[in-house]
Protein backbone atom coordinates (compact mmCIF):
# COMPACT_ATOMS: atom_id res chain seq x y z
CA UNK A 1 0.00 0.00 0.00
CA UNK A 2 3.28 2.52 0.72
CA UNK A 3 4.42 1.87 -2.47
CA UNK A 4 0.82 2.45 -4.19
CA UNK A 5 0.28 5.44 -2.09
CA UNK A 6 3.95 6.91 -3.32
CA UNK A 7 3.54 5.91 -6.99
CA UNK A 8 -0.27 5.71 -8.26
CA UNK A 9 -2.21 7.60 -5.64
CA UNK A 10 -2.75 10.82 -8.06
CA UNK A 11 -2.61 8.83 -11.25
CA UNK A 12 -6.32 7.14 -10.89
CA UNK A 13 -9.08 8.83 -8.89
CA UNK A 14 -10.43 4.96 -8.02
CA UNK A 15 -7.16 4.27 -6.57
CA UNK A 16 -6.70 7.91 -4.86
CA UNK A 17 -9.90 7.03 -3.44
CA UNK A 18 -9.13 3.34 -2.39
CA UNK A 19 -6.01 4.19 -0.60
CA UNK A 20 -7.39 7.48 1.54
CA UNK A 21 -10.12 4.68 2.44
CA UNK A 22 -7.61 2.61 3.47
CA UNK A 23 -5.67 4.93 5.31
CA UNK A 24 -8.61 6.55 7.35
CA UNK A 25 -9.51 2.84 8.03
CA UNK A 26 -6.28 2.11 9.24
CA UNK A 27 -6.07 5.43 11.40
CA UNK A 28 -8.99 4.48 13.29
CA UNK A 29 -8.31 1.31 14.06
CA UNK A 30 -4.73 2.65 15.39
CA UNK A 31 -6.71 5.80 16.94
CA UNK A 32 -8.83 2.76 18.54
CA UNK A 33 -5.60 0.47 19.86
CA UNK A 34 -3.47 3.35 20.83
CA UNK A 35 -6.83 4.94 23.44
CA UNK A 36 -7.08 0.82 24.81
CA UNK A 37 -3.29 0.77 25.52
CA UNK A 38 -4.10 4.68 27.37
CA UNK A 39 -6.99 3.04 29.18
CA UNK A 40 -5.10 -0.13 30.25
CA UNK A 41 -2.08 1.97 31.37
CA UNK A 42 1.00 1.16 28.50
CA UNK A 43 0.68 4.33 26.69
CA UNK A 44 1.62 7.93 27.77
CA UNK A 45 -1.81 10.04 27.90
CA UNK A 46 0.27 13.47 27.63
CA UNK A 47 -1.26 13.19 24.12
CA UNK A 48 -4.12 12.42 22.98
CA UNK A 49 -4.74 8.95 21.12
CA UNK A 50 -5.45 10.68 17.59
CA UNK A 51 -1.76 11.89 17.37
CA UNK A 52 0.17 9.32 18.69
CA UNK A 53 -1.80 7.53 16.46
CA UNK A 54 -0.50 9.70 13.82
CA UNK A 55 2.58 9.09 14.34
CA UNK A 56 2.48 5.62 14.80
CA UNK A 57 0.81 5.84 11.22
CA UNK A 58 3.86 7.77 9.81
CA UNK A 59 6.34 5.48 11.63
CA UNK A 60 4.63 2.44 9.75
CA UNK A 61 4.93 3.71 6.72
CA UNK A 62 8.66 4.69 7.13
CA UNK A 63 9.10 0.95 8.39
CA UNK A 64 7.61 -0.20 5.36
CA UNK A 65 10.10 2.05 2.96
CA UNK A 66 13.34 1.20 4.67
CA UNK A 67 12.56 -2.46 4.78
CA UNK A 68 11.96 -2.17 1.35
CA UNK A 69 15.12 -0.74 0.67
CA UNK A 70 17.18 -3.19 3.29
CA UNK A 71 17.90 -1.01 5.71
CA UNK A 72 19.48 -2.30 8.73
CA UNK A 73 18.20 -4.45 11.09
CA UNK A 74 19.68 -2.80 14.03
CA UNK A 75 18.99 0.60 13.44
CA UNK A 76 15.23 -0.88 12.73
CA UNK A 77 14.88 -1.84 15.98
CA UNK A 78 16.84 0.61 17.44
CA UNK A 79 14.47 3.81 16.18
CA UNK A 80 11.69 0.99 17.33
CA UNK A 81 12.79 0.93 20.60
CA UNK A 82 12.93 4.80 20.77
CA UNK A 83 9.58 5.37 19.62
CA UNK A 84 8.04 2.38 21.76
CA UNK A 85 9.81 4.91 24.80
CA UNK A 86 8.09 8.07 23.79
CA UNK A 87 5.04 6.40 23.88
CA UNK A 88 5.10 4.01 26.54
CA UNK A 89 3.03 5.62 29.50
CA UNK A 90 5.46 6.21 32.60
Excluded at 22 to 28: A, D, I, V, Y
Excluded at 66 to 86: F, G, K, S, V, W
Amino acid sequence: MVNSMVELRNDDTVIHNEIDGLQTFLQKSMEKLVFLGQEQGEITTDLPAAQIAAVLMVAREGFQVAIDYDAATQAMHDTLDTLMALIRAK
